[in-house]
């Protein structure tokens, strides 16, 4: 090895390729990547909300209410990620201050209280009350980090929805004030109001576009306010410096950070967020009641956020598309079987990638289909003539996959168990022994799927949906939009 | 301040870790323009030493004193923002941020503009202006070692505390680093390196210190003390 001269410190060449490794994009949405790095950030968004802004003339009547819902994910998941995606916090607690502020409008703006406060009183007033409740309660959980500091915010987040549903009576005021509805929440909340007008759930321009559109547009203005705000916020110097103690807190400290102050802020900025959502919900719904906060909420939101790209602004506002948004999809059961037959043929390619394995594959379950129909509907009838799901993908197998006239639930459920275990042989097979498991593993998994899952639609709903998240954060698991993290070696 | 008080002197500090006594009178100073380096062998105190300058620990007894100013009992953000600056074991730069994002956390408590101060840092590395965009974890050990100094740079700091600069490089990135802490001595910056190489660290050092358990042992000019037996003694401690 030569000793290193002047010019040639560090220089490495893999470093030096490292920048043009990153924007080469590959595979087949390296275009629409390329594209997307292209546009600046203001683009980006007059793109979003155009976008956005088309969705009410495009859908009928309360399919509005979706988009309702996508956008207040967003929001709401946009404010969790300034906690956990930039100050690197792990709150648990977060889904609290989106009740506290869901809950505060819903007090001052029904009939709990005699006094209805105007909205545009009551909105700033929530933002600063979660903002600062974000902060206090970031007081005893300063000194934790990690899993700890989870532990701790969990504990805060489940206090919230026990405390909704037992003070419905608070000690020493007048029995008839009844503060948080206990479980049967807050009904009847006022909307949202500005200069008399009221975006609630009517029409807008004489009927052109659908119910609940006012409070869609109310919402997405909202959202992006939030969205130019954040991105300048993220710019600045509390910003970076959020990123420099989510990498490393001792040496943010080094830098003279002050970093518990830091902390508090990026709780209360974060708790800020959740409240203003939270109130802007209390006016969508129209009321507000316990089961609207709890843990599973937390959970959707932290998946939007995880899923989007953690840290990354556009990341976060499609990860809260597709997570809001998946499920609807699967409502629809033709849908879900295309969604299901899609997923099979992705998992197939990604397992066997031969094109002779995978047409060995394709040909193998259809002869087994034939056989096995053959046998059985020569010994019991009743296993081809029963019930079929009416989308026309399922008509078309109908001739081809059993269906249960009667014990259907028994004989689905040990398919299902077999099907499993064929799933662990795949896994554990090689060469072409992998495709002798694969083959009837896959034609279980459609007798299962035609015969079962599509009558049941909750539960394939579910299963559809963690499918999806889980191959989405196999193949990224940095998120759609985030950055692969980088470790210094 | 008096142009004859060293830059930074300790006088009888005693550090006490609970009932342990860590550093047991130690004396000790630098002068503006020196780089002295400070070794020892594990456990000697060395890395204490730096923490009672930095004022993460604060000694039972003796002071602290720099620029002529008592700062036994100020904080850490005050001893940094009057002009001490750390490069911590094993660099720890913020790695998914820009190499001129890490530089401007460099200058976080500073209110005025630095933009002369990050010319003069890309001058002295001018690899750092070519790759200001590139995230910092993707850079070599040697870019990185370059980095995390300029990062100190920033706050303009009179003193540069380094803590084992050489922890965890390979061998030629070792001497990489060495040669970018003479540079950025030759610059002007005084520089106090805590250093469990100690042939390298003198070769390149002003004055040198030995430690061994808690006590300073040798104290010379550099040269002097790397022909020295008693620096052997010291390290296999016989």
Known sequence: ??????????????????????????????????????????????????????????????????????????????????????????????????????????????DQ???????????????????????????????????YLAIMTLFFAQIFVELVRNFERLPFVPDDLNLTGGPNGIPGVKPFEFFGFEFNGQELLGGTLPTFSRQYYLVLVFLGLLIVGLHNLNDSRTGRAWRALREDTLAAEHMTMPVNRLKLLAFAVGAGIAGLSGALFATVQNGVFPNNFNLFVLIIMYAAVILGGSGSIPGVVLGAVAIAYVPELLRDPTKAGLLFYVGIAVVLFVLVRRWDKIAATVGGVFVLGLVVRFFSSRIWDESILGEVNDTSLSRLLDDWVLNFESQRDVITSYAFVLAIVGVLLVVLATGWWKIAALIPTLYLAILVWENKLVFQPSITRQLLFGAVLVVMMAVRPQGLLGTRRVEIM | MNDQAPLLALKDVNTYYGQIHILQGISMEIKAGELVCLLGGNASGKSTTLKTILGIVTPRSGTVEFQGMDVTSKSTTFRIGHGMAIVPENRRLFAPMTVLENLEMGAYLREDDFSEDLNDVYELFPLLAERKHQLAGTLSGGEQQMVAMGRALMSKPKLLLMDEPSMGLAPVLVEQSFEIIQRVHRAGVSILMVEQNANMALSIADHGYVLATGRIVLAGEAAALAADEGLKKAYLGR
């Open chain 1, 113 to 147: 209280l005699p006094a209805h406060w105007p909205t545009w009183i009551a909105i700033p007033i929530i933002v600063a009350a979660s903002a600062l409740l974000g902060a206090l309660l970031s007081l005893p959980s300063r000194r934790l980090v990690g899993d």
């Open chain 1, 1 to 110: 090895m030569t000793a290193p001269d002047e010019t040639g410190i560090g220089v490495d060449e893999w470093v030096e390729q490292s920048e043009g490794r990153r924007e080469g994009h590959t595979g087949f949405t390296a275009p629409a990547r390329r594209l997307f790095d292209k546009l600046t950030p203001g683009s980006r968004l007059t793109l979003f909300l155009l976008a956005a802004a088309t969705y009410p003339f495009l859908v009928r009547g309360s399919d509005v209410r979706i988009g309702i819902t996508i956008l207040l994910l967003a929001m709401v998941a946009l404010g969790l990620n300034v906690v956990v995606g930039w100050a690197g916090l792990l709150d648990l607690g977060y889904v609290a201050f989106y009740g506290f502020g869901a809950y505060f409008y819903a007090i001052v703006a029904s």
